[in-house]
């Protein structure tokens, strides 16, 4: 079965960085998109950044410039660098991916891992 492992989250100081890592496994024939979400205490969850395994990105406006969505598709694998952090960036961070196994697309969700910008 698929799995979507996250990794690299942490404490980090205000304009200090970090890069957050999804890796799908199990029996995939294709990730299409894979998405960064996020999800504040008390807010409703947010997609931050999203990507294609033909390259395309897009990014909500309050990280444009700060993060970067980048993909390993090889590995399967996507990467969130993120700089500049502020405060209001501190949340959940969520990985979701699109995947198609023999001859369906399933999406799935990552466990999540927390990114916490102190001040």
């Known amino acids: 079965q698929v799995q979507l492992v996250e990794s690299g989250g942490g404490l980090v100081q205000p304009g200090g960085s970090l890069r957050l890592s999804c890796a799908a496994s199990?029996?995939?024939?294709?990730?299409?998109?894979m998405n960064w979400y996020r999800q504040a205490p008390g807010k409703q969850r947010e997609l931050v950044a999203a990507?294609?395994?033909?390259?395309?990105?897009n990014y909500v406006d309050s990280v444009k410039g700060r993060f970067t969505i980048s993909r390993d598709n090889a590995k399967n694998t996507m990467f969130l660098q993120m700089n500049s952090l502020k405060p209001e960036d501190t949340a959940v961070y969520y990985c979701y991916a699109i995947i198609a196994t023999g001859g369906t697309f399933n999406h799935y969700w990552g466990q999540g891992t927390q990114v916490t910008v102190s001040s």
């Open positions: 199990g029996s995939i024939f294709r990730v299409n998109t």
């Open positions: 990507s294609t395994s033909g390259g395309t990105t």
